[in-house]
C-alpha cells in the first residue's frame, strides 16, 4: 500500500514543505525549477518599493504580478516569509514540456497569499498547463460569500488541460457554508480548491491535486469538476491531500473519465472556522463520473449531522459504469459509511462496487437508488458496538464475504432484490438462514486511528471461523485491504483480510 511514486522534483519540494510546516521550521525554495527554460519573475511584497521582477529587484504587488503574460517555462515565485494581499489572476500558458511554474523562492516559512476576502485569493481562466505549489493560501471574510483559495475554470467551449496543484497549504477561506437556496449556488461553488467547466464542450484534463492540506475553508476542501454529462474531462487524480474541519464537503470529483482519488485523509468535515450550516455534505463523493475510483482514503470524525447525508462516501447521481470505493478506512462518522444516491438527480445507473473497507462505528449506509442501482458489497468489515446498525441497500444488492459485528437490537434489511451469501454475523442477528453467526476473532477490534495504516486490529486470528471460506468472486481486485492475495478460484476469508490466520 505504497503511494505512487511522484516526480522527482515534487517529492523534493514535499520535503521542503514538511519542513517549512514543523513548528518553527523554515524552508529554503529554489529561485527557479532546474528544468526551466523561460524567465523568472520574482514577488516579494515586503518591499517598499516596485521593482522589474528580478530577484534583485522584484515586484512588489499582486497588481504587478498580475499585468505580467507568462509562457512556456516561466515562473512566477513569491518570497519565502513574505504575505502578499490581493486577488492573484495570471495571465497565459505553458506547454505539456514547459508548463508554467507558481511556486516560492528564498528561505523561510511558505509565501502568503491573502485574497482578502475576493472570489478567489488565486485563479486561472482558460488556461493550460501550470504547476502551483509551495505557497499558503488564506482568503478570510466578515461574511459568507462564494470564496476560495484557488479556483481553476474552463469556460470557452474549449479542452483545456496540464495542471499539477500541489504542496499547498490553505486555511481560513470565507466560503459559504450553506447549501439550502438562495446561496446553493454559492455552496458548490466555495472550497479550498474549486476547478470548473462551464459552457458546452469545456472541459478540463490532467488535473494532479496532491499533498495539499486545507482547513478551515467553508464550503469544503477540494471540488473537482471537470467536464458536464455530455462531455467529461481526463486524467483527474486526487491524491495524498489531508482535509481537516472543513464548512462543506471534503472532496469531490465531478463530470470525469476515470478519476481516481486516493490516499486522501478528510476528518472533522463540516466543522471548523466557517462550519456547515444547511442541506446536505459527505466525507468522499462522485456524481457525473465514467467508471471512478475512491480507494485508500481515511475518512473519520464527522461529527455534525446534515439533513441526510454526512457519510464517509457517496457514489452519487449520474456516475456511470463501475463506482468503485476500496481499501478504505473510516470511522466515528454520524452519517454512516456509505450513501447510494443515484435516485437523488439524473440516473446514471452505475455497477456499485464497495469492496475491502474496513468501517468502525459508522453503523448507517443509506440508498436513494429510484429501484436501480446495482450494489456489490463484498468483503468489508463493518464494526458497530456503540449503537444499532441503521442499514438501506438499493433493491439489487448482493451483499457476501463481509463480517457484520454490531448490537442485538440492529436489524439487517432483507427484500426480494436482496442476497445474503456467506457473512459472518456477532451481536446482529443474521438476517437470512445464510452466513456464520459467532465471534469472527478479530486480532483486535475497536482500535482503528487515523490513518489507512492503523487498523491491523482487524487482521484474523489462526482459529477465525471466517478462514477460507468465503464466496469466490470474479475480478476480485485481487489483492485484500493490506494488499494479500486474493485468489480468482481459491476460497478467500470473509471479512477484508486474506492473509494467514495470527
Not at 516579494?44 to 497588481?63: E, H, V
Not at 483486535?444 to 491491523?456: A, E, K, L, Q, R
Amino acid at each position: 500500500m505504497t503511494p505512487r511514486a511522484l516526480p522527482a522534483r515534487r517529492t523534493t519540494l514535499r520535503a521542503l514543505v514538511a519542513a517549512a510546516l514543523a513548528l518553527g521550521g523554515t524552508a529554503a525554495f529554489p529561485g527557479a525549477p532546474a528544468e526551466a527554460t523561460g524567465s523568472v519573475t520574482h514577488v516579494d511584497c515586503s518591499r517598499a518599493t516596485p521593482g522589474d521582477g528580478s530577484q534583485a529587484a522584484p515586484f512588489n504587488s499582486i497588481g504587478q504580478a498580475n499585468a505580467r503574460t507568462y509562457g512556456p517555462g516561466d515562473t512566477l515565485a513569491f518570497a519565502a516569509g513574505t504575505t502578499c494581499v490581493g486577488a492573484l489572476a495570471p495571465r497565459g500558458s505553458g506547454t505539456a514540456a514547459a508548463p508554467v511554474d507558481l511556486t516560492a523562492y528564498g528561505t523561510g516559512d511558505l509565501p502568503v497569499i491573502d485574497g482578502g476576502g475576493a472570489p478567489d485569493a488565486v485563479s486561472l481562466v482558460n488556461q493550460d498547463h501550470w504547476r502551483i505549489g509551495n505557497l499558503k493560501l488564506t482568503n478570510p471574510a466578515s461574511t459568507l460569500a462564494r470564496r476560495t483559495g484557488l479556483r481553476i475554470s474552463a469556460t470557452d467551449g474549449t479542452a483545456h488541460r496540464g495542471f499539477d496543484i500541489g504542496d499547498l497549504v490553505i486555511d481560513r477561506v470565507a466560503g459559504q457554508t450553506n447549501k439550502n437556496s438562495p446561496t446553493t449556488e454559492d455552496f458548490v461553488q466555495s472550497a479550498g480548491i474549486v476547478t470548473g467547466a462551464s459552457g458546452t464542450n469545456s472541459t478540463l484534463n490532467d488535473v494532479h491535486v496532491h499533498d495539499n492540506r486545507i482547513g478551515n475553508t467553508g464550503g469544503g476542501g477540494l471540488k473537482i469538476r471537470v467536464g458536464a454529462m455530455a462531455v467529461k474531462g481526463t486524467g483527474v487524480l486526487i491524491e495524498n491531500n489531508t482535509v481537516e474541519d472543513v464548512g462543506g464537503d471534503g472532496i469531490i470529483v465531478s463530470y470525469a473519465e476515470a478519476p481516481m482519488i486516493q490516499y486522501n485523509t478528510a476528518s472533522g468535515v463540516g466543522n471548523g472556522v466557517y462550519p456547515f450550516s444547511g442541506g446536505n455534505f459527505a466525507g468522499i463523493w462522485v456524481l457525473g463520473d465514467h467508471d471512478p475510483t475512491i480507494q485508500k482514503n481515511a475518512v473519520y470524525g464527522i461529527t455534525r449531522m446534515s439533513v441526510a447525508d454526512s457519510q464517509a462516501f457517496d457514489c452519487d447521481w449520474g456516475n456511470t459504469g463501475t463506482c468503485t470505493i476500496q481499501y478504505n478506512f473510516s470511522r466515528d462518522n454520524i452519517g454512516g459509511f456509505f450513501l447510494d444516491c443515484d435516485g437523488c438527480g439524473t440516473i446514471g445507473g452505475a455497477r456499485q462496487v464497495i469492496r475491502y473497507n474496513i468501517s468502525e462505528n459508522d453503523c448507517r449506509m443509506s440508498s436513494v437508488s429510484a429501484g436501480r442501482s446495482a450494489l456489490h458489497l463484498y468483503n468489508n468489515v463493518l464494526y458497530c458496538t456503540d449503537r444499532k446498525f441503521s442499514i438501506t441497500l438499493p433493491d439489487e444488492s448482493v451483499v457476501e464475504n463481509n463480517i457484520w459485528v454490531g448490537t442485538g437490537d440492529s436489524r439487517l434489511p432483507t427484500g426480494a432484490g436482496i442476497s445474503w451469501l456467506w457473512n459472518v454475523f456477532q451481536g446482529v442477528p443474521r438476517p437470512t438462514a445464510n452466513g456464520i453467526t459467532g465471534d469472527p476473532q478479530f486480532v483486535n477490534p475497536g482500535t482503528g486511528g487515523d490513518t489507512i495504516h492503523s487498523v491491523d486490529g482487524y487482521k484474523l486470528r489462526a482459529t477465525s471461523p471466517a478462514l477460507n471460506n468465503g464466496s469466490v468472486i470474479g475480478g476480485n481486485g485481487g489483492r485484500d485491504y493490506w494488499a494479500n492475495p486474493v485468489s480468482a478460484t481459491t476460497k478467500p476469508h470473509r471479512g477484508a483480510y486474506n492473509g494467514p490466520g495470527l
